[in-house]
Nanobody, 128 residues
Framework: QVQLVESGGGLVQAGGSLRLSCTASGLTFRAFSTYTMGWFRQAPGKERDIVATITWTGDSTYYADSVKGRFTISRDNAKNTVYLQMNSLKPDDTAVYYC??????????????????WGQGTQVTVSS
């Protein structure tokens, strides 16, 4: 059973930075290196929206328009870990951030319904 554990959330002032981490267990690093990984976020009363995704090799990334130029997704397959570096944070970035694993090896994440496994989430709060 795959488990994803996020960390790194917290309270930060607008303009600040946070780095989220998501580590997968229940997968060998070889298996982890075949899955697209993604970060999503969900604010109260809203849907869970995609933030960023990264392919299994790390060669290709996708960002929501709202975070382009501010957030960077990366991965270390040897550590079964994916990261989200968040800079120039805004109050609108306040949400629970979730890590997600793609549906199967070498398949993309194209939205929340295509995520096969979720982490428990980590709260990010940006004060104005």
């Amino acid at each position: 059973q795959v488990q994803l554990v996020e960390s790194g959330g917290g309270l930060v002032q607008a303009g600040g930075s946070l780095r989220l981490s998501c580590t997968a267990s229940g997968l060998t690093f070889r298996a982890f290196s075949t899955y697209t990984m993604g970060w999503f976020r969900q604010a109260p009363g809203k849907e869970r929206d995609i933030v960023a995704t990264i392919t299994w090799t790390g060669d290709s990334t996708y960002y929501a328009d709202s975070v382009k130029g501010r957030f960077t997704i990366s991965r270390d397959n040897a550590k079964n870990t994916v990261y989200l570096q968040m800079n120039s944070l805004k109050p609108d970035d306040t949400a629970v951030y979730y890590c997600g694993k793609g549906p199967s090896s070498f398949e993309p994440i194209v939205g929340a319904p295509t995520v096969a496994s979720w982490g428990q989430g980590t709260q990010v709060t940006v004060s104005s």
